[in-house]
């Protein structure tokens, strides 16, 4: 079946074979809980048939996102604690974040955000804040990167991401623009000369990090709007989110960065599931997920090896989380392990 339009309500997603009507009141209930929108190009990959498709499991509302643990919370990396103005997040010195939209074309049922995006969210910037936010990374000289995030920025229309890339264009201290999106990958029609223009707009270095989760997700449509991207001068790189049920399986991650390197796409970071509420189904350990990403190496190509990060609860940033390969001995001497698990001393006792 095709769908042609955004889904957004159980009852639409029961009349596209997405849901099951028997399965229609408790997705309901969670609807008016957290966003829920399926876009038709998600829709189109969705396999109706397959009860666990990683891909429905990452946008369709599950019941078990009612279930809460006491771990969890609302601001699970601590945006909060580093908003200085509305709109902006100044965890690190060189860069900020600027979330000028808490709107995504679909919400994925993890959402780190899930508290601040959707149609309830916290909305987008007025013109007051985004001159406020504006002001701010042009009064902080140290400020070299700015990160457009949200929500997804590259929902704003081509005029208003112009504007916006217009004032970062006259600041001389920021060098670098850097778009974190899933665009290119759930609204691939999306990504046209307008909108591909108003994203170089602020003539700086211009990066768009792409969100998949899952190889499927990177259709022939999705791989031809990064094309469209990457060959008009935009560096990708991408981000996914380790997830039980979508991702957690040695092959399938591998297929997926493969996949983001046939793209001309650098993998760049693997997340640990952050600690939002009822997403405790998608979670796994820490020791799962070194053990998932230490199969990479060895298995496909450098290129294609993401570092894995977890964002420290309170506001603290990223931390490296991958396992060490290398154990110190003492007196100068190491114990490193190669791709298979064999160790070797470093230096070489003979
Ligand atoms: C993740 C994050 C960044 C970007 O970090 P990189 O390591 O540069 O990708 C910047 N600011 C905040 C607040 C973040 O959470
Ligand atoms: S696209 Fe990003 S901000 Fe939007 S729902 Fe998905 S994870 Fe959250």
């Given at each position: 079946?095709?769908?042609?339009?955004?889904?957004?309500?159980?009852?639409?997603?029961?009349?596209?074979?997405?849901?099951?009507?028997?399965?229609?009141?408790?997705?309901?209930?969670?609807?008016?809980?957290?966003?829920?929108?399926?876009?038709?190009?998600?829709?189109?990959?969705?396999?109706?048939?397959?009860?666990?498709?990683?891909?429905?499991?990452?946008?369709?509302?599950?019941?078990?996102?009612?279930?809460?643990?006491?771990?969890?919370?609302?601001?699970?990396?601590?945006?909060?604690?580093?908003?200085?103005?509305?709109?902006?997040?100044?965890?690190?010195?060189?860069?900020?974040?600027?979330?000028?939209v808490h709107v995504c074309?679909?919400?994925?049922?993890?959402?780190?955000?899930?508290?601040?995006v959707g149609?309830?969210?916290?909305?987008?910037?007025?013109?007051?804040?985004?001159?406020?936010?504006?002001?701010?990374?042009?009064?902080?000289?140290?400020?070299?990167?700015?990160?457009?995030?949200?929500g997804?920025?590259?929902v704003?229309?081509?005029?208003?991401?112009?504007?916006?890339?217009?004032?970062?264009?006259?600041?001389?201290?920021?060098?670098?623009?850097?778009?974190?999106?899933?665009?290119?990958?759930?609204?691939?029609?999306?990504?046209?000369?307008?909108?591909?223009?108003?994203?170089?707009?602020?003539?700086?270095?211009?990066?768009?990090?792409?969100?998949?989760?899952?190889?499927?997700?990177?259709?022939?449509?999705?791989?031809?709007?990064?094309?469209?991207?990457?060959?008009?001068?935009?560096?990708?790189?991408?981000?996914?989110?380790?997830?039980?049920?979508?991702?957690?399986?040695?092959?399938?991650?591998?297929?997926?960065?493969?996949?983001?390197?046939?793209?001309?796409?650098?993998?760049?970071?693997?997340?640990?599931?952050?600690?939002?509420?009822?997403?405790?189904?998608?979670?796994?350990?820490?020791?799962?997920?070194?053990?998932?990403?230490?199969?990479?190496?060895?298995?496909?190509?450098?290129?294609?090896?993401?570092?894995?990060?977890?964002?420290?609860?309170?506001?603290?940033?990223?931390?490296?989380?991958?396992?060490?390969?290398?154990?110190?001995?003492?007196?100068?001497?190491?114990?490193?392990?190669?791709?298979?698990?064999?160790?070797?001393?470093?230096?070489?006792?003979?």
């Open positions: 079946m095709t769908v042609n339009r955004t889904l957004r309500t159980a009852h639409e997603l029961v009349e596209a074979g997405l849901v099951d009507a028997a399965a229609a009141e408790a997705v309901s209930r969670v609807a008016s809980r957290y966003a829920v929108a399926v876009s038709p190009a998600i829709a189109k990959v969705i396999d109706r048939s397959d009860l666990n498709d990683p891909i429905a499991r990452q946008f369709l509302p599950d019941a078990a996102e009612l279930t809460l643990t006491p771990e969890e919370r609302a601001d699970p990396i601590g945006d909060g604690a580093h908003s200085p103005v509305t709109g902006i997040v100044h965890r690190y010195p060189d860069r900020v974040l600027l979330k000028a074309p679909v919400y994925c049922r993890f959402c780190f955000r899930r508290e601040m149609p309830e969210g916290l909305g987008t910037l007025t013109a007051a804040e985004l001159d406020a936010a504006i002001a701010y990374i042009e009064g902080q000289p140290e400020i070299w990167e700015v990160i457009l995030t949200g997804d920025p590259l704003l229309s081509p005029r208003r991401l112009t504007e916006i890339m217009e004032r970062l264009s006259a600041i001389g201290h920021v060098k670098v623009v850097r778009f974190h999106t899933r665009v290119p990958v759930v609204e691939p029609e999306r990504i046209d000369a307008a909108l591909i223009a108003a994203l170089k707009a602020s003539g700086k270095a211009t990066y768009v990090a792409l969100h998949a989760n899952h190889p499927r997700e990177l259709s022939a449509e999705a791989r031809a709007a990064c094309a469209r991207l990457i060959d008009a001068g935009i560096v990708m790189v991408s981000q996914s989110v380790l997830l039980r049920g979508v991702n957690d399986d040695a092959e399938v991650l591998a297929e997926l960065m493969r996949a983001f390197v046939e793209t001309r796409i650098k993998p760049y970071y693997l997340h640990h599931p952050d600690l939002a509420p009822g997403t405790g189904h998608f979670r796994l350990t820490i020791e799962e997920g070194q053990a998932l990403v230490a199969s990479l190496r060895g298995r496909v190509s450098g290129l294609c090896q993401p570092t894995y990060v977890l964002d420290i609860p309170g506001g603290h940033g990223k931390a490296v989380i991958s396992a060490s390969a290398i154990e110190a001995e003492g007196g100068g001497c190491y114990t490193v392990s190669d791709f298979r698990g064999n160790e070797h001393a470093y230096p070489p006792k003979s």
